[in-house]
């Protein structure tokens, strides 16, 4: 089991750098191994020379390193937060997306703007108030702008995305990545007509109807 999670962290590893969603050594992915410990990716590699023996595991608790020669990412802390926080969190992604960095240099919210905003995020995806990278402050503050959702905004830094697998907290994280670009781009346009919040929660009552869950 622990295996094939390390393969397919190392997999979507690589798919953030082919999909622009980092740069060099930007980002990091983790997975809840147990109900104690993570397995994350290391600070300073890249992702195209990642080997499974690379990525590290750590102590939800306490932040130690547990297994691995390498130091962990920086943002340790944030992702132990969300997991202590989150229990139905499996796996974060977290990134540095043009266009949703953007958005998150202006500390607002990104509102929805088109109905993936609701079928995918719920509506608004909420911007994190600013900390210093590698904080527990950070990761506190992820967890707010979080709530019960499954992707936030990184003030002045990027975006998490969480999920039950590494593969879905790509996809939201991609997802999230062109809601930005077509906010950015309606902002051209002559600026976008928001869904209210009627709009809102009639669209995500009529998923949830439909499919048992919004997306």
Known sequence: MEASLRKEILQYGRKIIERGLVADTGGNISVRLSADHLLITPSGMTYDRLTPDDLVVVALATGEVVQGERRP??????????????????????????????????????????????????????????????????????????????????????AVAVGETVEQAFRRSELLEECARIYLLSLLAGGPVILTDEEVATERAALIDRYGQVK
Do not use: C
């Open 73 to 158: 990412s920086i943002e340790v802390p944030m992702h132990r937060v969300i997991y202590q926080s989150r229990p139905d969190v499996m796996a974060i992604v977290h990134t540095h997306p043009k266009h949703a960095t953007a958005v998150a240099a202006t500390r607002r919210d990104l509102p929805p703007v088109i109905d993936n905003m609701v079928a995918y995020f719920g509506g608004w995806v909420r911007t994190a108030a600013y900390a210093m990278i590698g904080t527990i402050e950070l990761g506190r503050n992820v967890v707010a702008a979080l709530g019960d959702q499954p992707a936030a905004l990184l003030a002045n830094h990027g």
